[in-house]
């Protein structure tokens, strides 16, 4: 069945926080309208969710079927691997001020620019891999902001287990997090090979001792996308 689509619009905002302009892919449902009010998914690796994860089309057909809530999505794309490793990882020079990006200059921009709800419960974060630690991250720092996270095979290590021991509101975060039983020897984008299976257990122990609403999930396969597009089906619906 075809499904009225929506629409995605190209922009660019410069970041004071980053020093550099910044792209972004926004899809607007098809029925798109400034009399209804709407969601945020804000995704991290952006372009990738739009072509591998196709999640613009998952979107077009639960919104059809009435099967989520009213919703944009903002896909920002990274320019090359350099730059995706600076910006998302733990320790990547640019980490924390694309996090402060996210929280400070994008989330302002897009409650001007559309009506949404002005609400952490509304908007949530998405990332696959580098870009599912730099959506926690950012979450953790800011859960009044952004009150949902969506994890698929996240990189996980020492640093961000402490940032969620350490959080003083678990209560405000819903957290969606899956990892593949095959992710033992991740082929990693500076060239190593790392164990992403253990890591993700040790913080899936983490959430589950405190009180976040948390979903968890380990799937028979690995750190691709052959298994993380079909996963949005359900993860879509269960935030949304």
């Known amino acids: 069945m075809q499904f009225p689509k929506g629409t995605i ?5 410069y970041s004071k926080e980053l020093g550099e302009e910044m792209q972004l892919l926004i899809y607007l449902p098809a029925n798109f309208s400034p009399l209804y009010k709407y969601s ?3 995704a991290q690796d952006g372009r990738d969710y739009f072509q591998l994860g196709r999640i613009g089309r998952l979107a077009d057909e639960y919104l059809y079927e009435k099967e989520i809530e009213n919703l944009i999505i903002v896909g920002v794309p990274y320019k090359n691997v350099e730059d ?3 910006k998302y990882h733990p320790e990547g020079v640019q980490t924390q001020s694309y996090i402060r990006f996210l929280a400070h200059e994008l989330v ?3 409650d001007q620019e559309f009506p949404t709800y002005h609400m952490g419960s509304t908007r949530a974060l998405i990332g696959d891999s580098l870009g599912a630690t730099v959506s926690l991250m950012t979450a953790l720092q800011y859960p009044h902001t952004f009150g949902k996270v969506l994890l698929q095979s996240p990189y996980v290590d020492q640093k961000v287990l402490e940032l969620v ?5 678990p209560q405000l975060l819903d957290i969606y997090h899956i990892i593949g039983k095959q992710e033992t020897e991740v082929q990693m984008t500076n060239g190593k090979v790392g164990d992403f299976l253990t890591p993700n257990r040790q913080l899936s122990k983490l959430l589950k001792e405190r009180p976040f609403t948390y979903f968890y999930e380990e799937f028979n396969g690995n750190h691709t996308w052959t298994y993380w597009q ?3 089906r359900r993860a ?5």
Do not use: S, V, W
Not at 9 to 13: G, S, V
Not at 236 to 240: A, G, I, N, S, T
């Open 230 to 232: 079909p996963d949005l």
């Open 9 to 13: 619009k190209e922009l660019t905002i």
């Open 236 to 240: 879509l619906k269960m935030l949304f």
């Open 108 to 110: 302002p921009f897009l």
């Open 84 to 86: 995706r490793r600076k």
């Open 40 to 42: 945020l998914l804000i």
């Open 165 to 169: 021991a350490d959080l003083p509101e």
